[in-house]
């Protein structure tokens, strides 16, 4: 079956500017979360979304929010950028009934996004 | 508060010996581990996973160690091969405060270089 594919893959922005990211999950899975990944800080949790709600939330500030829609595809977005929130954002979708197996935990490839 | 530690950012072994990735946690309440394999612009795949109530757990060249008093886990990498160079996740998991769904923690990350 398809991955997680998180689009775009590549995303230059400029400061104050907003930004919005997508992730289809895996068919089937319901729950997609999102990490930022910078050197240094390893996978910093934003948030999980599961049948289009917000159950769990990491510590970011208000800029960073998130939707997931009827069809589990999930967006992130960011307003105000600052140059901090150049990163690589990481997507994975999970069915927490797979768990004996990889948790049923599957990242995308990610979104690296430069703040300019 | 990092609630799952990999202490050690890089570790550079020879091609052919062991390598020892080690990660420690400090939430008692973890019952499920995982070790994931990221290479760079790609999202990191699952590599080998381990139950509370185990405290080994083998798949290949892979072996992963649970020491629950200590609160420690170790990914062990026999022999070690160049196409092994990587940045490796460990991840904790436990039930939400709430219930009724897994909360997963992933640790900073250790860069394993192996030098042909």
């Known amino acids: 079956k398809a991955g997680v594919t998180q689009t775009p893959r590549y995303l230059i922005k400029t400061r104050g500017q907003q930004v919005t990211l997508s992730c289809s999950p895996i068919s089937g899975h319901r729950s997609v979360s999102w990490y930022q990944q910078t050197p240094g800080q390893g996978l910093q949790f934003l948030f999980e979304y599961f049948s289009e709600t917000q159950r769990n939330k990491g510590n970011f500030p208000g800029r960073f929010s998130g939707r997931q829609f009827s069809n589990s595809r999930s967006e992130m977005n960011v307003s105000t950028l600052e140059l901090g929130d150049s990163a690589l954002y990481l997507c994975a979708s999970s069915d927490y009934r797979d768990r004996a197996s990889n948790y049923g935990y599957t990242f995308g490839s990610g979104t690296r996004l430069t703040v300019v | 508060d990092q609630q799952v530690k990999q202490n050690s950012p890089s570790l550079s072994v020879q091609e052919g010996r062991i390598s020892i990735l080690n990660c420690d946690y400090t939430n008692s309440m973890f019952d499920y581990f995982l070790w994931y394999k990221k290479y760079p612009a790609e999202g990191p795949t699952f590599l080998i996973s381990?139950?509370?109530?185990?405290d080994k757990n083998e798949d290949g060249r892979f072996t992963v160690f649970l020491n629950k008093s200590a609160k420690h886990l170790s990914l062990h990498i026999v022999p070690s091969q160049p196409g092994d160079s990587a940045v490796y996740f460990c991840a904790a998991s436990k039930w939400a405060d709430s219930g009724g769904y897994q909360k997963v923690t992933f640790g900073t990350g250790t860069k394993l270089q192996v030098i042909p």
């Open positions: 381990i139950s509370s109530i185990k």
